[in-house]
Nanobody
Framework: QVQLVESGGGLVQPGGSLRLSCAAS????????MAWYRQTPGKQRELVATITSGGTTSYVDSVKGRFTISRDNAKNAIYLQMNSLKPEDTAVYYC???????????????WGQGTQVTVSS
């Protein structure tokens, strides 16, 4: 069984910073792309940032220049450094990954349980 566990959320003032972490555990053979999503009540889940196994990154326009996604393949972990936070960044942030397990080899998409980020004065 594979699990993704996020940590690092909390309450921060506008302009502040937070660092989210996500660690994958279980019978993992390898991990392809990993990503961070976020969701607010009544809205669809939004892709925030992605990182490939080779380290190529991409971001939604609203966080470019403020958020940085990184990855530690040895720890099966990704991170999201969030700087210059704004109230509109308030959301539940979810980790997502395409993970190979096995043998026999099987590729599945997994989600973490989410961590709340609240940006407010």
């Amino acid at each position: 069984q594979v699990q993704l566990v996020e940590s690092g959320g909390g309450l921060v003032q506008p302009g502040g910073s937070l660092r989210l972490s996500c660690a994958a555990s279980g019978s993992i053979a390898s991990i392809n792309a990993m990503a961070w999503y976020r969701q607010t009540p009544g809205k669809q889940r939004e892709l925030v940032a992605t990182i490939t196994s080779g380290g190529t990154t991409s971001y939604v326009d609203s966080v470019k220049g403020r958020f940085t996604i990184s990855r530690d393949n040895a720890k099966n972990a990704i991170y999201l450094q969030m700087n210059s936070l704004k109230p509109e960044d308030t959301a539940v942030y979810y980790c997502n990954a395409d993970i190979w397990t096995g043998p026999p080899p099987r590729l599945r998409n997994y989600w973490g349980q989410g961590t709340q980020v609240t940006v407010s004065s």
